[in-house]
């Protein structure tokens, strides 16, 4: 007989935070790999940081074009700079941004507020009260994020699997990831 672990989950009433937090947290895990640090931010806010980035550079390029025009063409340089970042940072946000919401719509379709994941030899599945499964296997498996609101389960397609915190979800994931070899995938926040 193989070996498995299960966790079951209630999301809570309104799981909007808990999906903030995991996007957040699935977003950053490029730093952990490579053995950086990271705040538990919400995807929000990291999106509301670009859109301020977005109107300071949309400003320095209104203020160089302003001194090009009054300078006759001595800062044009300053000003296609200026005017590029302001473009690059506002594709940027607008990209995460519709990302995030087609991303929250699928979660809201798809899940309900009870569910069961499922550890085996050939992957995660995870199962909810709307009968939704989805089937990962371990070459699909990329890290696993925990933090003191969500245990955050990542894939290489874009994929999570958030239960909310608790000890024993927490024991059963560390547990579940030793037994099957993926302890180094484990990063805490």
């Not at 070996?3 to 999301?11: A, G, K, S």
């Not at 705040?39 to 001194?67: D, G, S």
Request: some cysteine.
């Amino acid at each position: 007989m193989s070996q498995f672990f299960e966790l079951h989950y209630h999301l809570p009433e309104d799981p909007a935070r808990l999906f903030d937090v995991a996007q957040g947290l699935a977003g950053r895990r490029s730093v952990l790999k490579r053995g950086g640090t990271v705040k538990v931010k919400p995807f929000t806010e990291t999106c509301r940081r670009l859109l301020f980035q977005c109107i300071a550079f949309a400003v320095l390029t209104a203020l160089a074009a302003v001194l090009v025009w009054a300078l006759h063409a001595k800062l044009k340089v300053l000003f296609f700079l200026c005017l590029v970042m302001s473009l690059v940072t506002f594709w940027t946000y607008q990209a995460g941004r519709m990302g995030y919401r087609k991303s929250w719509t699928q979660f809201r379709k798809d899940n309900r507020p009870d569910g069961t994941v499922t550890f085996t030899a050939s992957g995660i599945r995870e199962w909810n009260a709307s009968d939704h499964t989805e089937q990962f296997t371990w070459e699909q498996w990329d890290c696993c994020i925990i933090s003191q609101e969500v245990i955050v389960l990542t894939f290489h397609q874009p994929m999570l699997v958030l239960p909310p915190y608790t000890q024993e979800s927490e024991s059963t994931v560390v547990q579940a990831l030793n037994a099957f070899g993926k302890q180094d995938t484990i990063y805490k926040v």
